[in-house]
């Protein structure tokens, strides 16, 4: 079985592997750095951390600030607190194309106990909405160490979406790059494809292990880039399987589902299904009982997949 890292986890790692190689890049925290794991980066190198304390208007507006004097700034926070300034980063990092990369931590039902007041299934509808903001939500650790250096790299503010929970590394680190704005075809297939971002990625490549056993061949997408999303991927992929599934932990109303449909909707109408939480909040409970709970299993989502296809 492959090691289960989370995506917090291996951010924090990115930054610090970053940090190595550049100096200008500043790391920021609203009193929440053990658990962001910007605390990794504070303690190596505490000169350019920075903590505004429980004040996220301040951390963004700071943030946009620094960003100003053309230094990349990584601004950390809960997914769902980072709603707090939300209109900080309307107006001071999406609108003016500051290098701020927005990173919500802890984002999902399974964040689990928190329970449904800490369980940001919006962030991704809110932020997608933004002009200039692009939406990223990495499907491992990997992948999640390897953004750091893209977007320190890039100019264009983003919102990065991070999970608690530890997940199966399905990246080799030694030669994985990602590409922002890129599909990442995970598993070739001819009768179904399979979209998901985040920790539904590996959910779905165990779905179409199963689908595999009942005579469906699917192709599985991590689709980490929402915005801008690979329409070409999708479209190629809905002309070769005929049917497109796609699955995330954030509600179906705004999410990776709505982004794939409004894409085939305008080039290539074709059957779909977005499997979701469905407008409701959430509930408390461990993160992992949750998914069992709203049918975010690789059995499950094999089942939406011969549904569609029925």
Excluded at 9 to 18: D, M
Excluded at 19 to 28: G, K, L, N, Q, Y
Excluded at 110 to 138: C, F, H, K, W
């Amino acid at each position: 079985m492959s090691e289960k890292i989370s995506t917090r986890n291996g951010f924090g790692n990115g930054l610090l592997r970053e940090a190595e190689e550049r100096e200008d890049f500043i790391v920021m925290d609203a009193d929440l750095a053990k658990s962001t794991r910007g605390g990794w980066f504070r303690d190596e190198l505490p000169e350019r951390w920075i903590n505004v304390g429980i004040s996220e208007q301040d951390l963004f507006a700071t943030a946009a600030g620094i960003a100003e004097t053309g230094r990349p700034v990584f601004a950390n926070t809960f997914a769902i607190f980072s709603e707090r300034g939300f209109e900080q980063v309307r107006q001071q990092i999406a609108r003016p194309k500051r290098n701020v990369t927005v990173v919500g931590s802890h984002a999902g039902v399974i964040t689990g106990e928190d329970g449904p007041s800490a369980q940001t299934i919006e962030d991704i509808s809110a932020y997608r909405g933004l002009p200039n903001m692009r939406v990223i939500s990495p499907a491992d650790a990997v992948e999640a160490n390897a953004l750091v250096t893209a977007l320190a790299e890039d100019d264009d503010p983003a919102y990065l979406r991070l999970i608690r929970e530890s997940v199966p590394v399905i990246h080799d680190e030694d030669d994985y790059e990602p590409e922002i704005g890129k599909g990442e075809v995970l598993r070739d297939g001819s009768d179904v494809t399979l979209i998901a971002h985040g920790a539904m990625v590996h959910v779905v490549q165990e779905a179409a292990e199963v689908l595999a056993e009942a005579g469906v061949d699917a192709r599985v997408i991590n689709m980490s880039t929402i915005k801008p999303i690979d329409e070409e991927l999708i479209v190629e992929s809905a002309e070769q399987t005929g049917a497109v599934l796609t699955a995330e932990d954030h509600n179906v109303i705004g999410g990776l589902g709505s982004a794939v449909a409004e894409v085939l909707a305008e080039n290539q109408p074709t059957p779909m299904k977005r499997v979701g939480i469905e407008d409701e909040f959430g509930t408390s409970g461990n993160g992992l009982d949750l998914y069992d709970y709203y049918g975010f299993t690789g059995e499950d989502i094999a089942e939406a997949a011969k549904d569609l296809l029925a």
